[in-house]
């Protein structure tokens, strides 16, 4: 499955976070192009605001199309939007977690 990170959704969150306030956000989304796959580990439990969805949606839009990326979450899609905070964005993430699932065919 090639190289992997494993990461609790909150930790990665926070990490992304600093990295925006520092000013070095594309920076550290590029280094999780080391790994093949990234894990996120919890994803329900974290309750983003405003500026936590932000980095999350980021992240996951950076990946799209080029890297993987697993979710564990207690939540089911329709109840994402306490993730995201609005429609576009929840529905937006969504459409690059499952796009080239083997569960959305």
Not at 63 to 81: A, M
């Amino acid at each position: 499955m090639g190289v992997q990170y494993f990461i609790p959704s909150y930790r990665l969150v926070q990490r992304l976070l600093v990295a925006k306030k520092e000013l070095t956000l594309e920076t550290a989304l590029k280094a999780l192009d080391h790994y093949d796959v990234v894990i996120l580990d919890d994803l329900g439990y974290v309750q983003q605001d405003r500026g936590e969805m932000e980095v999350l949606f980021y992240f996951l839009a950076e990946r799209y199309e080029r890297k993987s990326v697993i979710i564990t979450s207690n939540l089911v899609f329709s109840q994402w939007d306490r993730i995201f905070k609005d429609p576009m964005t929840t529905a937006a993430a969504i459409d690059r977690v499952v796009h080239h699932s083997p569960f959305s065919k």
